[in-house]
């Protein structure tokens, strides 16, 4: 009776072994078509991503940019490997700042710009995700950076609901605050940025404490944060660091600890 408890046991625990090999972590480019338009993203999923509540972290490339290198140099998923990680691909776009003609990749600027093509692709993504996978839809987070950090405040702007924090970095959103709700928020700064000025974005860090109703003086966070008490429980940190326009290493920690952190209320 022993030999056979004993060998049931066995063919449990290789069935299960045999069903977590059916699902292991991927790394794949999904498609999805909007409005006759062929979309592109880099999507990591873990292996229990159809079997458990999943968090979802979406990270935006900047002007001229791409997926593959935006995945490559943010290591989200060995940050956080039991989130599911979107890296889409933009489109050729005009840029406000740098390529004026529209010869290199980005994402719309305002509501209704490029008939909100990166919008509806973003809303595309998200339906799929939630068909095929097990998304915890009280952790649901985006981030970016510069023309990928606007197009961030965009859908902060636009599909806020969705979210339960943000990460924009090198970005403003002068041309819709006003469409801002309280929402915790990182903000990632160069402190000798010549693109995006620091000045334009302590300006946008002024609009954010007030958005979300947070004390103008900060406490330490972390290397080169500053935490924003919030009354209305929607905290503002900013992650303010000695470089220039680029996107520094030390962030992607930072930001997945502000992630973890933050769970929609």
Not at 107 to 123: A, C, K
């Amino acid at each position: 009776m022993y030999r056979i408890l004993k060998f049931t046991l066995l063919l449990i625990f290789i069935g299960a072994g045999f069903v977590f090999a059916q699902a292991p972590t991927s790394v794949a480019i999904r498609q999805w078509t909007i409005n006759g338009i062929t979309r592109e993203a880099t999507l990591y999923v873990p292996g229990t991503a159809k079997s458990k509540l999943t968090p979802v972290i979406f990270l935006f490339h900047g002007h001229g940019g791409n997926m593959k290198e935006m995945y490559r140099s943010h290591d989200f998923s060995k940050l956080w490997p039991e989130a599911i990680i979107v890296v889409p691909q933009g489109l050729k776009t005009p840029g406000q700042l740098v390529d004026r003609a529209g010869n290199k990749a980005g994402w719309q600027q305002v509501p209704g710009d490029s008939n909100d093509r990166d919008i509806l692709f973003f809303d595309e993504m998200l339906s799929s995700l939630q068909r095929e996978y097990q998304i915890d839809t009280k952790r649901i987070y985006a981030t970016g950076h510069s023309n990928g950090g606007s197009f961030t405040y965009l859908l902060w702007a636009m599909r806020g609901g969705v979210f339960a924090a943000v990460a924009p970095s090198a970005a403003v959103a002068f041309r819709f605050n006003d469409m801002l709700k309280p929402k915790p928020v990182m903000h990632i700064m160069g402190e000798t940025d010549l693109l995006v000025k620091p000045a334009w974005q302590e300006r946008q860090l002024r609009t954010l404490l007030k958005v979300n109703n947070c004390l103008t003086t900060g406490e330490p966070f972390g290397r080169f944060s500053t935490l924003y008490p919030s009354l209305s429980l929607t905290p503002v940190v900013l992650f303010s660091h000695p470089g220039g326009h680029a996107y520094p290493e030390e962030a992607n920690t930072a930001v997945i600890s502000f992630f973890k952190s933050m769970v929609k209320l």
